[in-house]
């Protein structure tokens, strides 16, 4: 059986007829804002070969790990669905995940998918295991039109900027080939790096060693000594910027950190760079880089972005046989106030630096992040970020920073994905979002509509813009 699918235009409004009539005045000053992207995962190969994605599995499930992770938890195999297996027939990849579609009912993840469905592809009837074929057929054909190739794609949902994220061992061909396609007027997307040096900062990173090798090649710099291995950094993040980055991303256990005499430097990092590392010294080395790479950010502008307290790959058989970003990291709890210390002591003055805090510890909003991003210059807020990024999270970030920190120690939204067409989807839940709470302060007399009209621009679209100096 199958039944109709369409977006309600108030979704997400509030419920009481008041705010959403305001909601929905705001939200028709944003809806059609450009998009900026600052911090997120897509493959700069899409945009520098621009060729067209295969299929509908290999465009919305195989990038996604928050769809693949729910039906993981369901028991469905990751080789079933093609993800590590390429010998996996797509479509019956993709009637898996339609046959199972009901198990994301109340998810972020099903509003995004809908709102793909009919804003990207047009369809009216729910996506089941009925349609499956139906949405298989007309999702691939399309993809193989000059429409729906990732250029045309960038430019339908007026995304004005793209930032990626690559490693400093990655010689960036790609962002390189998009570079000189902007230079030929071939094309006029921006699509930039972020710099992040996780796999050559962190001594529990797997193959850290041949990392720091492979970093002294790139770099020309000897990174086995510690003066050679700072020098890298700074000679890394010239390229990157110069390749377009504007900002850097660490995405550390914790987020302690430490600041250490040189003396004390060189001899962690003289223990770090041996085979065997304690936990406790790759912990403390960290530590010690979020505070060197916070120097460097006020030296060479780079906005920096500090993302702990993830366990990465909580399920070891899966990372031995699937690898990172499988849908196998969780939330830890997290602490910022004495965390942060060394590193605010040292550098948190600095206006002319920005520092953008993001968190899976909820429980440290109100608490810890925003009487901190209220205080120090250098601090930023981060969105609602990861698990949180959903309609609930959004309410609760507003609701517990905003007393403490105001809105414009805050960045706006970034998406934080590796699934292309989410991108349009999730911005369009953060405005609605915002636009509802903001009417709901309207309402309660707490700031005129004006007011709210240019905070609901500045959330949407000047706030990121400013922040990561876009």
Known sequence: MTRPLSLHPDRLFPSDPVQRDIARRLYAGVADLPIISPHGHTDPSWFAGNAPFGNAAELLLHPDHYVFRMLYSQGIALDALGIGNPDADPRESWRLFAQNYH?????????????????????????????SDLYYDRITEALATDAFRPRALFDRYRIEVIATTESPLDTLEHHRVIKDANARGEWDGRVITAYRPDPVVDPEYEGFRDNLVRFSQVSGEDAFSYAGYLAAHRNRRAFFAGMGATSTDHGHPTAATADLSDAEAEALFARITHADVSAADAELFRAHMLTVMAGMSRDDGLVMQIHPGALRNHNPWLFAHYGRDKGADIP????????????????????????????????????????????????????????????EGMRRFRTQTTETAGFYNSVGFNDDTRAFLSIPARHDVARRIDCGFLAALVAEHRMEEWEAAELAVDLSYNLAKAAYRL
């Open 103 to 131: 198990l994301f009912r109340g998810t972020p993840s099903r509003m995004w998918m809908d709102w793909v469905f009919v804003e990207a592809f047009g369809f009216d009837v729910q996506f089941s295991s009925e349609t």
């Open 332 to 391: 830890t709890r997290t602490d910022y106030v004495r965390a942060l210390r060394p590193l605010l002591a040292r550098y948190g003055n600095e206006a002319g630096l920005t520092i953008i805090l993001f968190t899976l510890d909820e429980s440290s909003y109100a608490r810890e992040l925003a009487p901190l991003a209220g205080h120090y210059p250098a601090l930023k807020l981060g969105p609602a970020w990861w698990f949180h990024d959903s309609p």
